[in-house]
């Protein structure tokens, strides 16, 4: 291979598709300067879209929750995916969606006649393989600091952030957030454990979760399969006593969780439920992405 710098990936920002080195935003941006705004991110396999309209979906309900317009209807949002993926080659991996509230003078009053910012971005990630997949991770648990409108995806993840380093920094995968002596989701993922007697167990859906997408997919699979499934608040004590843990997320799919604080569960493996509940989501994205 010659010298000279790889070609970057072509970005879209606000109705240009840009190389990444020429995408620019203002410095006006109400995301850049609130953190006003919403994101999806949507997985790819086959140079196809995974759950698609249900992104979208939850895309406009965060808008709407946040009293925001789309820059864009959905069809011509799928359309910019679809390009986007083709440009950049993208087989395996994942698809980044922002909108912002745009471009206005610092205030914290919402500007009037303003247009949304829209940037979408690809991942080119090993999903099917991942060899975290295959091992687990470990988590540890850190009090949930974050707002209390959770099931809003909003670009405001310093708190994710701050917990994913100090799990990095710990020796860990990741982190559950615990509020009111209860695990919420993960630091960018929804939390799961299997009891001892085989029942799957999730928080219910409230304000104080991310309703995921791929959750409900997983849940819907898990039922078809026979399991019983509770959707309630579990505490650290009762997940490290748990026979298996798992996590969901669009990039992760479903990701065994093999140690939760001092805890080893399952032997340290990846558990069979957590195993055949990945088996059967990744059938079935393959199968329905579009």
Not at 13 to 27: I, L, P, Q, Y
Not at 41 to 47: E, R, T
Not at 225 to 244: K, S, W
Request: with cysteine; hydrophobic share 40%.
């Amino acid at each position: 291979m010659g010298k000279g710098n790889p070609v970057s990936r072509v970005v879209y920002v606000n109705g240009d598709f840009v190389r990444e080195k020429e995408a620019k935003v203002s410095v006006f941006d109400r995301g850049f300067l609130f953190g006003d705004g919403v994101y999806e991110v949507c997985s790819v396999l086959d140079g196809k879209l995974i759950d698609k309209d249900a992104h979208l979906a939850r895309l406009g309900r965060s808008l709407e929750s946040l009293k925001m317009n789309c820059p864009a209807s959905l069809e011509d949002i799928t359309s910019i995916q679809r390009e986007l993926i083709a440009k950049n080659g993208i087989v395996e991996g994942t698809i980044y969606l922002q909108v912002t509230r745009g471009v206005a003078d610092r205030d914290f009053n919402f500007p009037n006649s303003v247009t949304p910012s829209l940037v979408i971005f690809t991942q080119k990630k090993n999903l099917l393989n991942d060899p975290i997949a295959g091992k687990g991770i470990s988590v540890i648990t850190l009090p949930d600091i974050r707002w209390r409108r959770r099931d809003i995806k909003t670009v405001m993840l310093l708190p994710a952030s701050l917990a994913k380093q100090e799990a990095l920094e710990r020796g860990a995968g990741d982190a559950w957030l615990v509020e009111d002596g209860y695990v919420t989701e993960g630091s960018a993922n929804n939390a799961y454990i299997v009891t001892m007697g085989g029942v799957i167990v999730t928080r219910q859906l409230t304000h104080s979760i991310l309703h995921g997408i791929t959750r409900k997919a997983v849940l819907k699979l898990a039922e078809q399969d026979g399991y019983e499934v509770e959707e309630r608040a579990f505490t650290p004590g009762e997940a490290c006593e748990a026979a298996e843990a798992f996590i969901t997320s669009a990039s992760s799919f479903v990701t065994p969780v093999v140690k939760i604080n001092d805890r080893v569960l399952c032997n340290g493996i990846p558990g069979p439920v957590t195993s055949k509940l990945r088996r059967l989501y990744i059938e079935m994205a393959r199968a329905e992405a579009e």
